[in-house]
């Protein structure tokens, strides 16, 4: 019952084609302040600039994501990121129901792989969108292909006119669970990581001109049940055919509560 799907998702792939061509692309340059930098529950930064650069036409966008430390005392690594990202929509439903393919790969250029850093993380997902009315939900589940482990994550976003400041809040929240087996780079013996996080937030973008605009955020978040896990084997004296296995769960000390502020400036062309 399940074998139609796959024919009908490429269909309605072949069928955007025609529309992907005759549509215009467009640039998107943003700057942004963040006075944390969390990450699926996770302290990742303190004070951060990110910038961002996304190119979309159509169902199709591409993006180049970077984050750099602007005080190196809060946070737990001197290493920028830089990440590169895209994804491709498919409209099952129009303006209802919709399926989403992307990937992202997250670089750590300068990371250093003796500190138990991988240089680049690798992660497709594959994302389910329901709209009602103003409110969308929806559903996604990535596979880190570095660390062997999936993230799943349910989300909803809804936005509220502010028709006397000419802007709108942007109310964002998400919940997720991630279950990773091989977290640090040539650890022996493997280290694995499990843990729940969510982060909710309202944001208040304002336009400038037709194609540039300002948007400030407060986002609160928080990373629980979030674990390191690792086996080895203590061998019996004199008879190594004897063991015992020893589970060790250790607390995730970057998995915290905080609340952050964001501002940013983005421009189209």
């Not at 640039?27 to 990742?44: N, P």
């Not at 497709?124 to 570095?146: C, I, M, Q």
């Not at 629980?224 to 896990?229: A, G, H, S």
Request: net charge negative; charged share 20%.
């Amino acid at each position: 019952m399940k074998k139609p799907l796959l024919p009908i998702i490429a269909i309605l792939s072949l069928s955007t084609v025609p529309m992907l061509a005759q549509e215009r692309g467009e640039f998107t340059f943003s700057s942004t302040a963040v006075s944390a930098y969390m990450f699926r529950g996770e302290k990742s930064g303190g004070p951060s600039f990110q910038p961002t650069l996304e190119y979309a036409k159509g169902p199709l966008t591409l993006g180049v994501f970077a984050s750099f430390p602007l005080d190196k005392k809060w946070s737990d690594t001197e290493y920028p990121e830089i990440d590169f990202y895209g994804s491709y929509e498919i409209s099952v439903v129009p303006d209802v129901f919709s399926v989403t393919s992307g990937f992202s790969v997250y670089s750590y250029p300068t990371a250093k792989k003796e500190e138990g850093w991988y240089k680049a993380y690798y992660e497709p997902y594959v994302k389910l969108g329901y709209r009602f009315h103003e409110a969308l939900f929806s559903f996604t589940v990535y596979y880190d292909l570095t660390q062997n482990g999936a993230i799943y994550e349910v989300g909803a976003e809804y936005s509220i006119p502010v028709k006397p400041l000419g802007t709108e809040l942007e109310l964002s929240a998400f919940m997720g669970k991630l279950s990773l087996s091989n977290v640090e780079a040539y650890a022996s013996p493997k280290v694995g990581q499990s843990g729940n996080y969510m982060q909710a937030g309202v944001s208040a973008p304002y336009e400038i001109t037709e194609k540039s605009k300002i948007t400030a955020g407060i986002y609160f978040a928080r990373g629980c049940d979030n674990n390191y896990k690792y086996k080895y084997v203590i061998p019996a004296p004199g008879d190594p055919s004897v063991y015992t296995l020893v589970k060790v769960k250790e607390p995730n000390p970057n998995a915290v509560e905080r609340v952050f502020f964001s501002a940013s400036y983005s421009y189209t062309f």
